[in-house]
């Protein structure tokens, strides 16, 4: 599975970006997906994660209200929508999918993509 994501860049806090992660290789529907983050100095930590036909949706605490996964099954594309953004929100963000198990904090996903920098300025 080759996972591509996009649509990250420099952002004022407040603001929004909406993340997009393409796969292919393998039927996506069939795919558990999500998004993990990495910030400079600290450790990955989970994001959001949504099940195959996108009802099932979780989220990390300090993301919930603010971010919004979603998936078109049709178009092979998950996304991030990220609205009231803070600075602390600056982190590389990784689309991830796993073929068998649902993505959550303590697992780690089968399947990475290379990651998409979004920054937020004070």
């Known amino acids: 599975v080759q996972l591509q994501a996009s649509g990250g860049g420099l952002v004022q806090a407040g603001g929004s970006l909406r993340l997009s992660c393409t796969a292919s290789g393998r039927t996506f529907s069939s795919l558990y997906m999500g998004w993990f983050r990495q910030a400079p100095g600290k450790e990955r930590e989970f994001v959001a994660a949504i099940s195959w036909g996108g009802v099932n949706t979780y989220y990390e605490d300090s993301v919930k209200g603010r971010f919004t996964i979603s998936r078109d099954n049709a178009k092979n594309t998950m996304y991030l929508q990220m609205n009231s953004l803070k600075p602390e929100d600056t982190a590389i963000y990784y689309c991830?999918?796993?073929?068998?198990?649902?993505?959550?904090?303590?697992?780690?996903?089968?399947?990475w993509g290379q990651g998409t920098q979004v920054t937020v300025s004070s």
């Open positions: 991830v999918a796993d073929p068998t198990s649902i993505v959550r904090p303590s697992t780690t996903p089968q399947y």
